[in-house]
């Protein structure tokens, strides 16, 4: 079946400019991760949903930074006023539930945001 | 907290030739390790894992074993390909839902 989509695959904008970035999860899949990857570093976590409700929102670097989810379904994560340390890969993973560890996260593509 | 160290790259290594990626790590409660890898292009996938101390995680001619003594999984191949250029990342998962990952290791195979 189809696996995580992200949308857009590439985002350039202007330093101080908001973006949104678009997460489609594996059809039934009720937990939702997002990640953030910068230049030769390791994932960071930044926010985790399960349903439509995010009890994790604890890697969010700043209040710039939120995310939303309909229902068990498309997420979305905005950054408002854009600076340049925001620029990275931003990964989106799925998983069947959060509440086991043994379901494994199936990753997006991700989007690579690029500040200017 | 948790945290996962893995060896620094690139490594850059011939066809057939044997590879071995460093990994420890620093966790809360009993973790559940992962490797993930990323091909050029493409999204982050994984790997093998192993969810408890002496488990043996394999796939793809890769294994590592979760050696809870030394905090360890560090990863193996045998022989490696030109197809098995890739970044490879360690990972854990303790007690909830987020991954912890390692800052990756680059691997080129050269024919």
Same mark, same amino acid.
């Given at each position: 079946?189809?696996?995580v989509s992200q949308s857009p695959s590439n985002k350039v904008t202007e330093k101080g400019k908001d973006v949104e970035l678009r997460c489609d999860p594996i059809s039934g899949h009720t937990a939702l991760y997002w990640y953030r990857q910068r230049l030769g570093q390791g994932?960071?976590?930044?926010?985790?949903?399960?349903?439509? &409700?995010?009890?994790?929102k604890s890697g969010l670097p700043s209040?710039?930074?939120?995310?939303?989810?309909t229902g068990e379904s498309v997420s979305t994560l905005t950054i408002q006023r854009t600076q340049q340390e925001d620029s990275a890969v931003y990964l989106? @993973?799925? &998983?069947?539930?959060?509440? @086991?560890?043994?379901?494994e996260q199936y990753f997006g593509p991700g989007t690579r945001l690029t500040v200017t | 907290?948790?945290?996962?160290?893995q060896m620094?790259?690139?490594?850059?290594?011939?066809?057939?030739?044997?590879?071995?990626?460093?990994?420890?790590?620093?966790?809360?409660?009993y973790p559940s390790l992962f490797w993930y890898v990323q091909y050029p292009g493409e999204g982050l996938q994984l790997l093998l894992k192993a969810t408890k101390a002496d488990d043996k995680g394999s796939n793809k001619g890769f294994e590592a074993t979760y050696r809870?003594?030394?905090?360890?999984?560090?990863?193996?191949k045998g022989s490696v390909q030109v197809s098995d250029s890739a970044v490879y990342f360690?990972?854990?998962?303790?007690?909830?839902?987020?991954?912890s990952f390692g800052a990756g290791t680059t691997v080129t195979v050269r024919a």
């Open positions: 079946g189809a696996g994932l960071e976590f930044l926010i985790y949903f399960q349903g439509n &409700s995010a009890p994790d209040d710039r930074f939120s995310a939303e989810r989106c @993973a799925s &998983s069947l539930s959060g509440t @086991a560890l043994s379901y | 907290g948790n945290s996962v160290t620094e790259g690139p490594v850059t290594l011939s066809e057939e030739a044997f590879l071995t990626i460093n990994c420890t790590y620093t966790a809360t409660g809870k003594e030394t905090t360890s999984f560090h990863l193996e360690c990972a854990l998962r303790s007690n909830d839902y987020k991954l």
